[in-house]
């Protein structure tokens, strides 16, 4: 969270990659899918919706301090936007495309992917950006990131690794993994 993984994806976007945002994509099902939303409804009740459309704050409040019921929300939520993705990712043709989310592995979705790109950002400008993005309290952004795996765990796990930590340029990083990753996919497809 606050790392800036969604800059990162436009960044990649502008070079004609196709991304897919996971978190975009499931805040639409939440608002659209009628089966989410019976489930929603039936996990957190009524108040979960405000004339059809999810109260988003409502449903923080419930999850966000609570790790049984965040859980029950990740459980209808992850599957419908890792089948969601592999539709989207089914529509694409491009020599690569990104899957930019924040709960890759904790979703369980990296499994179906090639190469995680991990996005690195100190926790102080994490926290900085969290806050002014969404308009949340510093408490309320350390409540979802202790949700989440941890950074160093999670970087681990990566493939390769952008730093955004306003020292480091940021597009040439980009531009160097977006030529690499062209090359991969040649040589993969030569492959074929």
């Not at 004609?16 to 939440?30: E, F, I, T």
């Not at 029950?72 to 539709?87: K, R």
């Not at 002014?132 to 493939?159: A, G, H, P, T, Y």
């Amino acid at each position: 969270m606050g790392s800036g993984k969604t800059t990162v994806a436009a960044i990649f976007q502008v070079l004609n990659v196709p991304v897919y945002y996971a978190d975009d994509a499931s805040k639409k099902l939440l608002s659209e899918n009628a089966a989410i939303k019976k489930a929603v409804i039936n996990a957190f009740g009524e108040k979960s919706y405000s004339n059809g459309t999810p109260d988003r704050k409502f449903l923080a409040s419930l999850v966000f301090n609570n790790p049984e019921k965040l859980s029950i929300l990740n459980s209808i939520l992850h599957p419908a936007t890792i089948s969601d993705a592999a539709e989207w990712i089914s529509h694409q043709n491009s020599p690569y495309i990104i899957k930019e989310a924040a709960l890759l592995f904790e979703s369980g979705s990296h499994e179906s992917l090639d190469y995680i790109i991990g996005i690195s950002a100190p926790l102080r400008l994490r926290l900085e950006r969290a806050i002014k993005r969404d308009n949340i309290s510093e408490n309320e952004v350390m409540s979802r990131i202790n949700n989440q795996m941890n950074e160093d765990e999670k970087l681990k796990r990566c493939d390769f690794i952008i730093v955004n930590d306003e020292e480091q340029m940021l597009i040439p990083q980009v531009l160097k993994l977006h030529q690499h990753l062209t090359e991969l996919s040649a040589t993969t497809h030569k492959a074929s």
